[in-house]
């Protein structure tokens, strides 16, 4: 078929935004209750605040005439597409969830998904991470994914145990220092 007889798209419906955190195929979507409240929060707020706001822009604009040289309906409709592809990955993701609770963590003195461990590398640098879910990774507050390699090499390891984790420099052994977990409410 010729190439003239063919759509073209933004993109396909059901890709996931560009800059979406993936989950390699067969593994759980572990997330905390704090992150599933959050994500589940931005998908309503779309839902029930932006989508509306946009769909009553976009009726007046289309209401307005020519719809090839205006504006508003334009990037209107551009901006609905934005919304409803967020919307879907949200709710694709919250439906594959599985929400984890650290603060019911009952072996305490192990890594698990949810703890806050401090550890220090082979340079004598201390770190302190907390290992979450992938929708929740925040490296400037030292949120890392747990399928994430220090993450990874950290699960199960006490305090005082050394593991190996592979960097691009390289591996590097990381002593664990303290684990901690949020207290049950």
Known sequence: MSKAFTKE??????????????????????ITPQGFARLRAELMNLMDVERPEVVKVVSWAAANGDRSENGDYLYGKKRLREIDRRIRFLSKRLSAAQVVDPARQPNRDQVFFGATVTYVNGRDEEHTITIVGVDEVDLDRGHVSWI??????????????????RTPAGPDSIEVIAIRYPDAS
């Open 148 to 165: 994430s390699p220090v993450a990874r090499a950290l699960l199960k390891a006490q305090e005082g145990d050394s593991v190996e984790v």
């Open 9 to 30: 798209t933004d993109g396909d419906i059901d890709d996931d935004p560009p800059d979406a955190p993936s989950l390699p195929t067969g593994v759980k979507n572990y």
